[in-house]
């Protein structure tokens, strides 16, 4: 955005004749913007004049995609000088512009129509939001001094040590984890054991006897039928 001129009187410093032709090409309108921005160039099958921004959409279209669009005369520079944009990734037909402090997110125009009015004020043009950026960064390294490159040994230690103390967390853990179940497998097996000694004390007691009275009802049986065919 702020490869662009802002003035009209900006626009004609960039040609060397400075004629009231080209003055006049150059304040021409958007013929798809309700905000009348400058147009800068021409679509040459519908003959539309269009600003930068739609400088770039229109070939972005579904209708226009194949149409060729040249830029008016005096205003060639704008091609060559104009620094590249990000796509909004939900809006792929806008650029991105504003950067959200509050929510720390990227807009594009479409974005800041939908976005929190409460948030306007947290708004930063891109330019804005990446000088900071690197005034940031820049104090946090120290602009390349000694001091900068000593928080970041400091910082790299920190992640090193926060590394170690994890993996001895998770060992530790996990030999907890295993003893226990250690314990728990050796606590079944000896409950298994317990109850199959019962199982066999309860045949032993209960069981043996009453197969030895069986045998015993099973003889007197014998003898009486027996002596019933003696007589």
């Known amino acids: 955005l702020q490869a662009f001129p802002d003035s009209v009187s900006d626009i004609e410093s960039l040609t060397s004749d400075g004629n009231v032709a080209s003055s006049a090409v150059r304040t021409a309108s958007c013929d798809e913007c309700v905000e009348n921005e400058k147009a800068v160039a021409k679509c040459v099958d519908c003959s539309a004049q269009l600003c930068a921004f739609h400088t770039e959409t229109h070939p972005r279209s579904r209708a226009t995609y194949k149409h060729k669009v040249d830029m008016l005369s005096g205003d060639a520079a704008f091609a060559t000088t104009k620094e590249p944009t990000a796509l909004c990734p939900i809006h792929p037909a806008h650029d991105l512009r504003s950067f959200c402090t509050q929510c720390n997110t990227l ?81 079944l097996r000896k409950r298994e054991t317990q109850v199959l000694d019962d199982l066999d004390q309860l045949r032993t007691k209960n069981i043996l006897p009453l197969e030895a009275r069986r045998s015993r009802f099973g003889a007197l049986i014998s003898a009486s039928s027996n002596a019933k065919r003696c007589v």
């Open 107 to 187: 807009l594009c125009r479409q974005c800041e129509a939908t976005h929190p009015a409460e948030h306007n004020q947290q708004l930063l043009s891109i330019g804005d939001a990446s000088a900071r950026a690197k005034a940031a960064v820049n104090k946090m390294l120290g602009t390349g001094t000694e001091d900068g490159e000593s928080q970041l040994d400091v910082a790299f230690e920190e992640v090193v040590q926060a590394i170690q103390s994890l993996h001895t967390q998770t060992e530790e853990v996990s030999a907890e984890v295993k003893e226990y179940f250690d314990g728990l497998v050796a606590g």
